[in-house]
C-alpha cells in the first residue's frame, strides 16, 4: 500500500528557531500534498494545500508568511515553522494524494514542542 | 458550508459491550465521501472506511460496521464485542468528490475507552 513518511517524528525547539518537517511519498508520486495541524485532544485542521511545483493554498487563518511550504518534487513537501512560539507547539501530519486518486494517505505525524 | 458532527465526546464502555460511535455530516453537495479513522495514542491515523455517496448499502468487516442513512445525513459506526485494543480516538471525515482539491473535513472525535 501507499506509505507517507514525516522527518522527524518529534521536534523540541527553542523559541524564535524555525523547523522543518519533511513529508514523504515513499512509493508513489503525489500531485497534491496536505498539511494538517492537531492540538491535544482537538480535531486535525487543514492548514494548507500543496501542489507539486506550485504556491501552496492556505486555509483562512493560516499565516502563510508563518508556515512555509514546499512541494519540490512529486515525493517531498516540507513544512517550516518560522520563528517558532510555545503556542505552535502541536502535532503536524501530512497526507499525500496520487494523482487524483481522491484518496489521502497519511502520514505518522510529527510532534513538534517549542520550549 | 460542509460540516461533520460527532456529538459523544467521550465513551467508555466494559470489553465484550457493543458501542455505536455517531456522526453527522452537514453538505451542499450531491456527491461526496465520507469516512471513518482510528488514532490510536502513537498519533498515526489508521484508515478505516470510505463510502460514496451513491452507495448506500451497509458494511460490515469482522467486528466493525458501518450504517450510512442519507435522509438522516448520518454514517454511524458499529463496533462489535469490544476490546481493549479498540480504546482510541475516531473521526468521521468528509470530502468532495469532484472539485479542484480533495479537502477532508474532520469531525471532532469520539474518544472511545474500553474498559477490561
Known amino acids: 500500500g501507499a506509505v507517507v513518511s514525516q522527518h522527524p517524528s518529534w521536534v523540541i525547539c527553542k523559541s524564535g528557531t524555525s523547523v522543518k518537517i519533511e513529508c514523504r511519498s515513499l512509493?508513489?508520486?503525489?500531485?497534491?500534498m496536505f498539511w494538517y495541524r492537531q492540538f491535544p485532544k482537538q480535531s486535525l485542521m487543514l492548514m494548507a494545500t500543496?501542489?507539486?511545483?506550485?504556491?501552496?493554498?492556505?486555509e483562512q487563518g493560516v499565516e502563510k508568511d508563518k508556515f512555509l511550504i514546499n512541494h519540490a518534487s512529486l515525493t517531498l513537501s516540507t513544512l517550516t515553522v518560522t520563528s517558532a512560539h510555545p503556542e505552535d507547539s502541536s502535532f503536524y501530519i501530512c497526507?499525500?494524494?496520487?494523482?487524483?486518486?481522491?484518496?489521502?494517505?497519511f502520514g505518522p505525524g510529527t510532534r513538534l514542542l517549542v520550549l | 458550508a460542509q460540516k461533520v458532527t460527532q456529538a459523544q465526546t467521550e465513551i467508555s464502555v466494559v470489553e465484550k459491550e457493543d458501542v455505536t460511535l455517531d456522526c453527522v455530516y452537514e453538505?451542499?453537495?450531491?456527491?461526496?465521501?465520507l469516512f471513518w479513522y482510528k488514532q490510536p495514542p502513537s498519533g498515526e491515523l489508521v484508515f478505516l472506511i470510505r463510502?460514496?455517496?451513491?452507495?448506500?448499502q451497509n458494511e460490515i468487516s469482522g467486528r466493525y460496521s458501518w450504517n450510512f442513512q442519507k435522509s438522516t445525513s448520518s454514517f454511524n459506526f458499529t463496533i462489535t464485542a469490544s476490546q481493549v485494543v479498540d480504546s482510541a480516538v475516531y473521526f468521521c471525515?468528509?470530502?468532495?468528490?469532484?472539485?479542484?482539491?480533495?479537502?477532508?473535513?474532520f469531525g471532532s472525535g469520539t474518544r472511545l475507552s474500553i474498559r477490561p
Open positions: 497526507s499525500a494524494e496520487q494523482d487524483r486518486q481522491e484518496t489521502q494517505y
Open positions: 512509493d508513489f508520486q503525489a500531485t497534491t
Open positions: 500543496s501542489n507539486e511545483g506550485s504556491k501552496a493554498t492556505y
Open positions: 453538505t451542499r453537495d450531491t456527491t461526496y465521501y
Open positions: 463510502r460514496n455517496s451513491f452507495d448506500e
Open positions: 471525515a468528509l470530502s468532495e468528490i469532484y472539485s479542484s482539491a480533495s479537502k477532508i473535513i
